[in-house]
């Protein structure tokens, strides 16, 4: 049958297919995206916050999410977008922001779905490349947010070195 | 000021990530994925048809659309799905109709966003990997709009081997 | 001002909120929704299986994800909907599947947002109550999905005896 | 069969939960939600105004709605969003509007699902904890939704103290 | 100005208006839509199971919901549905059920947006004229949901006669 | 059988409805409907603008739309939605970009389904009610979309008086 | 400035471009659509049934709607689903209802958005070119709303012939 | 019976129509669209810019799109946005970005589904008639984007001149 023998055929195309038909793309592994959101979390639960943190792959999807007791639902949605913004574009929701205020960039990029200029939203980073990014949200505060995140990717940044 | 200097440290982890932090994938290239959908259309069209042919990466985003003229919009998205569907669970959207027919599949997984089992969704394969996925739609009938995914396929193999 | 003013009466009526004003209920924490999240990715990990598991709480919101390396992407949404419904209806979505089957629910249910009968979506109880839910998606069929499931309640299970 | 057997775990799990498993969650009942909702729309007819008033619990889910006669079928959704985002942000919706005129929160927070900033939410808490959220809409002008609002949380004050 | 000056034309043409120009609707008034929401959870409640009841106006907007402590946030959205699916057919949910099953009417009509065929909606009707809607949702099985919507109708009735 | 008993009960309910259970509404009939979208799209072309009139009932539901040939189609949705947002809140788009201008109505009143304050929508009125509305898209201004309302408006005035 | 000096190169492109680069489609007149809706409408209302007609252009965009009065808004919906299936298809949705249900086209085709397999949508075509389609919805009975899509297309046939 | 007889009905009506039943349209072709989306994105990766580029037709519909290796997703969704844009309203972009500054055009044109006012929009005309868009997405600044547009529209008219 026709399918039969060209699943034989695309067998074939795979195994020739080289540097120009393939392109190899590094992104976060879910053992650091559960190190840093449990990290995240943990920081803002000792300063008293409950929050959500979430960590998302190089293509925007989720890799890691975890939500502390009593941090409202709609930071899950917040933490994603935050997550989502800084992998998209390579830096912090708060140059995003920056850039908005300054007339750089126009706000309607805030329409993109998956989007905001929320500060808490980070990109990760293996060397110059983007593979993923990370946002936290349910803090009283984006600064908050922000400085659970910081407090996470330095706890990295120590096993790391 | 603080995040100055964690810009410093973030740098510092970027550099410390080894394997377990970063995955490495492999995906289509828009090279391939322009070459397929141009011969899949073109196929498509000798034959008398005006269908979109779709290629996805390996997360299911978009590489590139063609629309032949008079093919009615509505096949936009449904070879997106062909195609997304095809890229998600590694195989061809026929093989998925016909476990829901079996039985094996529960047609239920219909309700996924971006999922079909309609004919003429194939996975993109480098090896064994799965590294993408090609739709196309718009042809009277779900065979006809797999033969020139077929044919497409073919003359990527040949010129390869 | 008055709403100043409001703003102290009520502060009163908070106080005077007595057992017919105010409900109490019990839902799955951050540490538990965590540890079963973990136990479920590895158990399908050693396996062979790379996938997504999640854990909502009582009113169907995300406490805890985890997506392993090379699960593709439509598993978040799968997973989602699996913990979901097993949250919203208290019992395994195979349950869903064999009354769907058998008549007893119509299958127009699945038109609920976030419904979904695959198989692999259990409730989390304290007790008789529903506290929760959880979802796997990503293994070659949903019984594989539900093993997972079934392995990391075991493993709290013997941690908590 | 294995699924059966899971049964009796899963229910020896159920049982050992303990305050670290479980978390404790206070929310509004419905009877308090359709007083207040109902106490709302009175006190806004009696001002001559056709309103909508909604009451959410702790979630963000509704509890409560009522639309008065003639009152136009937009309030519904306006009226459920100021009752979600003071339940969810744990303060009126005119604080976050005036939070975000000062530049203290970013107007993109609206873009948040289910969130607005126009007048009339208010969270509604036992003691120092929100345990739900009350909205109203429909009057010509937020300030006389708000009177509707407060008119109607006086009326359970007094009767509660 | 145009604008002021056609402000007065459009008075007037408001004033001429005549019975070709302007229908007449009537639909179930807040009064009614209150007293069967109540019935129904109260009746629901005495045998046990907590629901949500929605009752609809005749455009299949939202009069009244009330959601009994403890029912699941999906209910919510299943008993809207059931509301307005039988205000918009004029019939019970069931016997759309059943026509779908005699085949009669096609299964496709539940891809309407706000239809479905779970049983537990009716019809309110003035005469022979269908004025509103309203569901019953979160009772385990259709027919105890359908239970509730009657003891509340019967209890109207009784009160009217 | 006991749904065919209910049956008759429902039917001497509807029976005994009073004014307190049905409430009447007027709302602008299919007649007027198409006289108004008729004359609008008229009136733009004969002063060269292809445009889409829509009009809505009381409820903001479509009675009528008409496109012009070369009229783009995102006209459709803008002219719906100026229609429903008149029907809504009673008074012109322009009132309402001027209020939010002003600061009496927030900017984020926008984000309502369905809603616009772009120029050219209008509230249909019989004598002080509100009946439905009337909107126009698609000329390059929308002050020239309003002329071809009240061009429209003052048509149907000259014929009923 | 540069984006002038391009406004003229521009021009100049358009200037040239040849059959190859652009594709003349044929579309149905609004003067059509406009006959056609008209003519659906008071056939089924002669009938005694309150339906909504709809026609699309080609690309499955609105030319034009008209809702009898008392023809209930989910028709908005499926009347606009049956035109555009027909439109994109280039048959009857009876056809596809039929091709369904023989198992010729796979059900899933269902999900593709604003289709639809209920009877009463019809192709427009100028000779054998499918120009747009046209729906109607509401009366008891997909065979109902067909006859009077029928009536009207035989009425237009009878004044071109 | 009654459908086939209609089908020689509608056939007859089918050669009738007349110049003021049927429009003809003219449309980008996709050999166009294809050669205007690979020059962009070639401009772009020669300028070391990874972009989306994407071509729509009169009706806004997607003839071709190209996404580069290493361009994020979000600019899929950008890319085809600012071609729609500009092919509804007939001018760039950016000079709907110039009017909403100055106040010519309200900013909430942007809530319109598939409208943004991001540079790097461009609509393609046949001499005075617009007949689809284009849109590039990715680099780092609208102006950049812009360029690559104009650079692949200058290819195209040094072609054809």
Redesign the interface.
């Known amino acids: 049958m ?2 039969m023998i ?1 699943g034989a ?10 540097a ?15 190190e840093l959101a ?1 990290a995240a ?1 943990a920081s803002c639960t000792a300063s008293g916050y409950n929050v959500v943190a979430t960590v998302v ?1 190089r ?12 941090a ?3 930071a ?3 933490a994603e977008r935050k997550a ?1 913004t800084a ?4 830096y ?1 929701t ?1 140059k995003l ?1 920056e850039n908005i205020q300054k007339g750089i960039t ?1 706000a ?12 808490g939203g ?1 990109p990760i ?4 490349e983007v ?1 993923g990014g990370i946002g936290v949200s349910g803090a009283p505060g ?1 600064h908050l947010d ?1 400085a659970c995140v ?1 407090a996470a ?2 706890l ?2 120590d096993r ?2």
Chains 1, 2, 3, 4, 5, 6, 7, 8 share one sequence.
């Open positions: 026709n399918r060209f055929v695309l067998a074939s195309v795979a195994l020739g297919l080289g120009q038909e393939v392109t190899s793309e590094r992104t976060v592994s879910m053992k650091l995206a559960n449990t979390v792959d293509s925007g999807y989720v890799k890691a999410v975890l939500r502390a007791d009593n409202r639902p709609h899950i949605d917040i989502h992998a998209m574009l390579g912090e708060a922001a126009p309607s990029i805030l329409n993109t779905p998956g989007f905001t200029s929320l500060l980070f980073k293996a060397g110059s593979i984006g922000t910081e990717m330095k990295a940044h790391l070195k």
